[in-house]
């Protein structure tokens, strides 16, 4: 797992999280959820990489 927080521009702060999903234990749409639950923090979400175990 990682956590990178980059300077895009105009104050915009990119967060990237590299980690393992599981998708028997937790869902991509449950994981999407709950990172955009935080509505005053977080824009938008794009799961830039996907691979299945």
């Known amino acids: 797992m990682f956590l990178r ?6 104050g915009i702060k990119k967060l990237q999280i590299g980690c393992v999903v599981e998708d028997d234990k937790v ?3 449950v994981l999407e959820e709950q990172i955009t ?13 996907f691979n299945k175990i």
């Open 5 to 10: 927080l980059k300077m895009m521009g105009y």
């Open 27 to 29: 869902g991509t749409d």
């Open 37 to 49: 639950a935080f509505e005053d923090y977080v824009q938008s979400m794009d799961v830039a990489a």
